[in-house]
């Protein structure tokens, strides 16, 4: 069965320090991976999409996330947080054959003035 | 409008109450998902439908019963819940059903169940 996990529950940054917020999932065979941002009282917003070809993926807001195959592994980062980034962020991984996105349980970020 | 829209965006219900949960997509997609968030639990997958056909029901409890009339609105309706039934409920919409198609999300439905 397909799984994904972030290990980091809360983070904390400073305004203007970069983010590395973790993925790791388990997938049988090649994954479409997913990051989406999700504001208080908001539905989820995607940031970014993988399924093939470059593993560094660029996405909206500012946001990249680099698929390593062999860390089973789709980190999303960001070079500098600006404070309206405050959010939870869910990684996701789906495939083919009709298997639905299983998302991990989230991380919630702080960013600090 | 665009994209996923939710009615109504909170909602109080008794456990005996009935209710009912819309969802309309103007993405011209074919599939529809109802999640369920509960605090501290990871994103529950509870029904999917394709072209108005169900094609996934999650175990979940009968007092929930999903309606699709058409590939744009999706419904689900509530009857005699429980109190763990109170969360945040999430309609989707993608092109295709899957896990390979970004899916868009809506606002989401706060419920409270007194």
């Known amino acids: 069965a397909q799984s994904v996990t972030q290990p980091d529950i809360h983070i904390t940054v400073s305004e203007g320090a970069s983010l590395e917020l973790r993925c790791n999932y388990s997938?049988?065979?090649?994954?479409?991976l997913f990051w989406y941002v999700q504001s208080p009282g908001q539905g989820l917003q995607l940031l970014l999409k993988?399924?093939?070809?470059?593993?560094l993926v660029q996405g909206i807001k500012g946001f990249e996330a680099e698929f390593k195959r062999s860390q089973s592994s789709f980190n999303l980062r960001k070079p500098s947080v600006h404070w309206s980034d405050a959010a939870e962020y869910f990684c996701?991984?789906?495939?083919?054959?009709?298997?639905?996105?299983?998302f991990g349980g989230g991380t919630r970020l702080m960013v600090k003035p | 409008e665009t994209g996923v829209t939710q009615t109504p965006r909170h909602l109080v219900m008794g456990m005996t109450n009935k209710k009912s949960l819309k969802c309309e997509q103007h993405?011209?997609?074919?599939?529809m998902y109802w999640y369920k968030q509960s605090a501290k639990k990871p994103l529950e997958l509870m029904f999917v439908?394709?072209?108005?056909?169900?094609?996934e029901n999650n175990s979940v409890p009968s007092r929930f019963s999903p309606e699709c009339p058409n590939s744009s609105h999706l419904f689900l309706h509530l009857h005699t819940l429980q109190p763990e039934d109170s969360a945040l409920y999430l309609c989707?919409?993608?092109?295709?059903?899957?896990?390979?198609?970004?899916?868009?999300f809506g606002p989401g439905t706060r419920l409270t169940v007194l």
């Open positions: 993988y399924f093939s070809g470059d593993t």
């Open positions: 997938y049988g065979a090649t994954p479409y």
């Open positions: 993405l011209g997609h074919n599939a």
């Open positions: 439908y394709n072209f108005k056909e169900q094609t």
């Open positions: 989707a919409s993608s092109r295709s059903a899957g896990g390979s198609d970004t899916q868009y």
């Open positions: 996701a991984v789906g495939g083919n054959a009709g298997n639905m996105l299983t």
